[in-house]
C-alpha cells in the first residue's frame, strides 16, 4: 500500500492550520518527502509518521517557502542517530542551495548525495520504486515528480510446474529473489509470475502554469496532486504574471482524470463552486474532506462533523470559564468518528445509482 499525506499546502505565509508546502509518503519501509516548506516536521508529528526511513527529499524549486523547514529537519534526521546516506534531488544549484542553508546546521552524522536536475526529463530507481522528474513551466527552474510503484505479476502455478521449479523455492521468487536451484539452475521470478499488472502512479506538481507536459506526465495517474494559487475570478493575469494556476485551470487540467480529491482547505472551500462545475461537465467526481465541500457540488465527503467538533470545543471552553481547568492543563483532542455524506443532485448528473453505502447521509 502507499500512504500520502499533504503535510502542508501553503503558499508563503504558514498559517495554524495550513502549513507550507510537503507532500510525504510511505511505501513497504521506504519514505519520501516532496518539498519540506516551513512547518514540515509540524505535519509528520501530527500525523504520527517518522522521519527515520526517510529515503530521499525532492524539491520543485528553490523559493523559501518551499525549503524553509529543511536545517531542522536534518538536525532532527542526525539527532535520531542516522549514519545512512540521504539523497536529496533538486533542480540545478541543488548542492550550492542546501550547503548554504546548512551553515546552521553544519555537523551531521550522515552523509548528503545531490541528484541535479539539469534536463527537460530525469528517472531516477529506489529502492522498490522509481521517481520521474519533469520540466514545468515556474518563474525559477522548476520540476513535477512522479513516483511509480512497479507490481509484479500474478504467481502462475501451471507456469511453475511447466518451468519444473520445486515449491521450496516458489515464496522467495515472488518476493523477486533470484535463486540458485540444488542442481545449479539459476531461478528467477519470470519464471513463476504472470505479465506485469500496472503499477501505482503518483504525479505531483506545484508552482507552475499548466503546461502540456503535466497533462503528458500525469496520465494513468492514480493520484494527481496540483496546485491552484488563485480562486477567484479575475486572477488569470496574475497567474500568468507570478507563473501558477487558477482553480478553474487547474480543474481543466485535471479533466482527465478519473476522480478528483479537494483536502480540508480555506481557500478550497470557497472555490468548490468552480472545481465542482469544471469536473461535473467533464462527468470527473470530486471527493470532497467536509460537509461544505459536498453542498458546494461534490459527490460525496467522509469527514469529520463540524457541529461536534463546535460542541467538543464548547466543552473546552466551559471548563476554562468556570475555572475548572487551565487551557494548559486540556490535552489536544480530535474525532474518530466521520459521517459519509453525498450530493444526491451531483450523483444523478454523473449517472450514478443507488451506491450501497452503508450510513450515508443524502443531501
Given at each position: 500500500?502507499?500512504?500520502?499525506?499533504?503535510?502542508?499546502?501553503?503558499?508563503?505565509?504558514?498559517?495554524?492550520?495550513?502549513?507550507?508546502?510537503?507532500?510525504?509518503?510511505?511505501?513497504?519501509?521506504?519514505?519520501?518527502?516532496?518539498?519540506?516548506?516551513e512547518?514540515?516536521?509540524?505535519?509528520?508529528?501530527?500525523?504520527?509518521?517518522?522521519?527515520?526511513?526517510?529515503?530521499?527529499?525532492?524539491?520543485?524549486?528553490?523559493?523559501?517557502?518551499?525549503?524553509?523547514?529543511?536545517?531542522?529537519?536534518?538536525?532532527?534526521?542526525?539527532?535520531?542517530?542516522r549514519?545512512?546516506?540521504?539523497?536529496?534531488?533538486?533542480?540545478?544549484?541543488?548542492?550550492?542551495?542546501?550547503?548554504?542553508?546548512?551553515?546552521?546546521?553544519?555537523?551531521?552524522?550522515?552523509?548528503i548525495?545531490?541528484?541535479e536536475?539539469?534536463?527537460?526529463?530525469?528517472?531516477?530507481?529506489?529502492?522498490?520504486?522509481?521517481?520521474?522528474?519533469?520540466?514545468?513551466?515556474?518563474?525559477?527552474?522548476?520540476?513535477?515528480?512522479?513516483?511509480?510503484i512497479?507490481?509484479?505479476?500474478?504467481?502462475?502455478?501451471?507456469?511453475?510446474?511447466?518451468?519444473?521449479?520445486?515449491?521450496?523455492?516458489?515464496?522467495?521468487?515472488?518476493?523477486?529473489?533470484?535463486?540458485?536451484?540444488?542442481?545449479?539452475?539459476?531461478?528467477?521470478?519470470?519464471?513463476?509470475?504472470?505479465?506485469?499488472?500496472?503499477?501505482?502512479?503518483?504525479?505531483?506538481?506545484?508552482?507552475?502554469?499548466?503546461?502540456?507536459?503535466?497533462?503528458?506526465?500525469?496520465?494513468?495517474?492514480?493520484?494527481?496532486?496540483?496546485?491552484?494559487?488563485?480562486?477567484?475570478?479575475?486572477?488569470?493575469?496574475?497567474?500568468?504574471e507570478?507563473?501558477?494556476?487558477?482553480f478553474?485551470?487547474?480543474?481543466?487540467?485535471?479533466?482527465?482524470?478519473?476522480?478528483?480529491?479537494?483536502?480540508?482547505?480555506?481557500?478550497?472551500?470557497?472555490?468548490?463552486?468552480?472545481?465542482?462545475?469544471?469536473?461535473?461537465?467533464?462527468?470527473?467526481?470530486?471527493?470532497?474532506?467536509?460537509?461544505?465541500?459536498?453542498?458546494?457540488?461534490?459527490?460525496?465527503?467522509?469527514?469529520?462533523?463540524?457541529?461536534?467538533?463546535?460542541?467538543?470545543?464548547?466543552?473546552?471552553?466551559?471548563?476554562?470559564?468556570?475555572?475548572?481547568?487551565?487551557?494548559?492543563?486540556?490535552?489536544?483532542?480530535?474525532?474518530?468518528?466521520?459521517?459519509?455524506?453525498?450530493?444526491?443532485?451531483?450523483?444523478?448528473?454523473?449517472?450514478?445509482?443507488?451506491?450501497?453505502?452503508?450510513?450515508?447521509?443524502?443531501?
Amino acid at each position: 500500500m502507499l500512504d500520502v499525506c499533504l503535510l502542508g499546502t501553503g503558499g508563503m505565509m504558514p498559517l495554524p492550520y495550513r502549513k507550507l508546502t510537503a507532500c510525504m509518503t510511505r511505501f513497504n519501509g521506504h519514505s519520501l518527502l516532496i518539498d519540506c516548506g516551513e512547518g514540515t516536521q509540524v505535519g509528520i508529528k501530527e500525523r504520527g509518521w517518522s522521519v527515520k526511513p526517510l529515503d530521499a527529499i525532492c524539491f520543485t524549486h528553490f523559493h523559501a517557502d518551499h525549503i524553509s523547514g529543511l536545517p531542522g529537519l536534518l538536525l532532527t534526521l542526525g539527532n535520531a542517530e542516522r549514519t545512512e546516506p540521504l539523497l536529496i534531488i533538486g533542480p540545478k544549484g541543488v548542492e550550492r542551495v542546501v550547503n548554504s542553508l546548512r551553515v546552521i546546521a553544519p555537523e551531521l552524522p550522515f552523509p548528503i548525495e545531490f541528484y541535479e536536475l539539469n534536463e527537460k526529463e530525469h528517472v531516477i530507481e529506489m529502492d522498490g520504486y522509481k521517481i520521474e522528474a519533469f520540466y514545468v513551466k515556474h518563474n525559477v527552474p522548476c520540476y513535477g515528480y512522479n513516483m511509480i510503484i512497479p507490481r509484479a505479476g500474478k504467481f502462475d502455478p501451471v507456469k511453475a510446474k511447466e518451468n519444473d521449479i520445486p515449491m521450496k523455492y516458489w515464496n522467495r521468487l515472488q518476493k523477486g529473489e533470484t535463486v540458485t536451484s540444488e542442481d545449479g539452475r539459476v531461478l528467477t521470478s519470470d519464471m513463476i509470475l504472470g505479465s506485469p499488472r500496472p503499477g501505482i502512479k503518483l504525479t505531483y506538481c506545484t508552482d507552475t502554469r499548466p503546461v502540456q507536459t503535466i497533462s503528458e506526465h500525469a496520465k494513468n495517474a492514480d493520484l494527481f496532486i496540483c496546485e491552484g494559487m488563485y480562486g477567484e475570478e479575475g486572477k488569470e493575469k496574475k497567474a500568468r504574471e507570478y507563473k501558477h494556476m487558477t482553480f478553474y485551470e487547474a480543474a481543466h487540467l485535471a479533466k482527465e482524470a478519473d476522480v478528483i480529491f479537494a483536502p480540508t482547505d480555506n481557500l478550497v472551500a470557497s472555490s468548490m463552486p468552480i472545481i465542482t462545475k469544471v469536473a461535473t461537465e467533464n462527468k470527473i467526481p470530486v471527493i470532497g474532506s467536509e460537509e461544505g465541500h459536498v453542498e458546494n457540488g461534490a459527490l460525496a465527503c467522509n469527514g469529520i462533523s463540524y457541529k461536534e467538533l463546535g460542541k467538543k470545543a464548547g466543552e473546552m471552553a466551559a471548563q476554562i470559564l468556570k475555572g475548572e481547568k487551565q487551557p494548559s492543563e486540556i490535552p489536544v483532542t480530535t474525532l474518530d468518528e466521520t459521517e459519509t455524506i453525498i450530493n444526491k443532485s451531483t450523483m444523478e448528473t454523473l449517472g450514478i445509482k443507488d451506491p450501497q453505502i452503508e450510513n450515508a447521509t443524502f443531501k
